[in-house]
């Protein structure tokens, strides 16, 4: 299932740095999309969420941007700290399913 | 604040044999999920739950699987005859109403299969 793209495996940068993080999608039909973090040994956790409808959302420092046109999204945390360091979930919802779908995650370390 | 619990946290099994994950949802949640990760794989959807009856699964769900929720409070996810390729971690998901809430996880079964 590929409707639902993380390109970047893994992604480094430095404490207090942004970090990006990127994603594609191909339907679109998608009602919301999601960030999801997660560390070892532990399941996703929710971090922050937009509507289709919404081009973005804030909270705190993760801000999620949707660019429709281009079927992207993406993740910035500023500023990046040590504990950030985590694979980022992008999962896509449709409300007729009721499923997420999830790309493949990127693995961010936040170096100090 | 409330968690989705799993149990066991890893679970070993001899292949053809039955196994059941057990989950717990967040207690006021309606919608209720199973998803897995194999190893180097993404997290894919199984099957969704809600009132009682499976709203939706995917072409993995075959007929070696089933979900029950037999009580108020758990929810489990059963095996029948299990194979080598059904090793991967579970995940268990809840949400609350309306649907299109954030969906919230456990930490996950690990099933090895051998």
């Known amino acids: 299932d590929q409707q639902v793209k993380q390109n970047s495996p893994s992604l480094s940068v430095q404490e207090g740095r942004i970090s990006i993080l990127n994603c594609d999608y191909t339907n679109s039909m998608f009602d919301y999309f999601l960030w999801y973090k997660k560390y070892p040994a532990e399941g996703p956790t929710f971090l922050i969420s937009i509507s289709s409808i919404k081009d973005k959302n804030e909270d705190g420092r993760f801000t999620v941007f949707l660019n429709k046109s281009a079927k992207h999204l993406s993740l910035h945390i500023v500023p990046s700290q040590p504990g950030d360091s985590a694979v980022y979930f992008c999962?896509?919802?449709?409300?007729?399913?009721?499923?997420?779908?999830f790309g493949q995650g990127t693995t961010l370390q936040v170096k100090p | 604040e409330p968690e989705v619990t799993q149990t066991p946290s890893h679970q070993v099994t001899q292949m053809g044999q039955e196994v059941i994950l057990r989950c717990v949802p967040i207690s006021n949640h309606l919608y209720f999920y199973w998803y897995r990760q194999i190893l180097g794989q993404k997290v894919e959807f199984l099957v969704s739950f809600y009132n009682n009856e499976i709203s939706e699964k995917s072409e993995i769900f075959d007929d070696q699987f089933s979900v029950e929720r037999p009580d108020g409070s758990n929810f489990t996810l059963k095996i029948r005859s299990t194979k080598l390729e059904d090793s991967a971690m579970y995940f268990c998901a809840s949400t609350g109403y309306p649907s299109n809430q954030p969906q919230h996880f456990g930490d996950g079964t690990r099933l090895s299969i051998l």
């Open positions: 999962a896509a919802f449709s409300g007729n399913t009721g499923k997420l779908i």
